[in-house]
């Protein structure tokens, strides 16, 4: 029984770890690369940008998963359908130094925009 319990609250933690807690280590974005949706992931999911530049990020999905399919920039009111194995361009506004969050639409799939 002991065990058991040990397994669950081992299983608990792991999960709250990489839903709530992991933070992949901050890349440089650049125009050349793509942000790849694979996995359940986006990689990378901290994209570094200056900020007050106009910028394109480039978003190619290769998962299956019906979550991949959208993407969505809340705060810029940005919302994109990614088909599959197909680069789908965003063209952002030059924006002000901070965080922009980017995810599907069940937040399922995470990522952040850095604007420094």
């Known amino acids: ?3 058991i ?8 933690a792991l999960i ?3 839903f709530w807690l992991y933070k992949p280590k901050a890349t440089t974005h650049q125009a050349t690369n793509a942000i790849v ?7 990378p999911a901290r994209i570094t ?7 394109q990020l480039t978003f190619l ?17 940005i ?15 030059a924006l002000a130094k901070g965080e922009y969050p980017f995810h599907c639409q ?4 995470k990522g952040v925009l850095l604007v420094e």
Not at 37 to 43: E, I, L, W
């Open 16 to 18: 709250v770890w990489w």
């Open 5 to 12: 319990n040990l397994f669950c609250v081992a299983l608990i």
């Open 61 to 77: 999905r290769q998962d299956k998963a019906g979550c991949s399919a959208s993407l969505l920039f809340p705060d810029l009111d």
């Open 1 to 3: 029984m002991l065990l």
């Open 49 to 55: 940008v200056p900020a007050n530049t106009a910028t």
């Open 37 to 43: 949706v694979k996995d359940g992931v986006y990689s």
């Open 79 to 93: 919302s994109e359908e990614l088909p599959m194995d197909k680069s789908v361009v965003i063209s952002l506004p």
């Open 106 to 109: 069940m937040q399922m799939y």
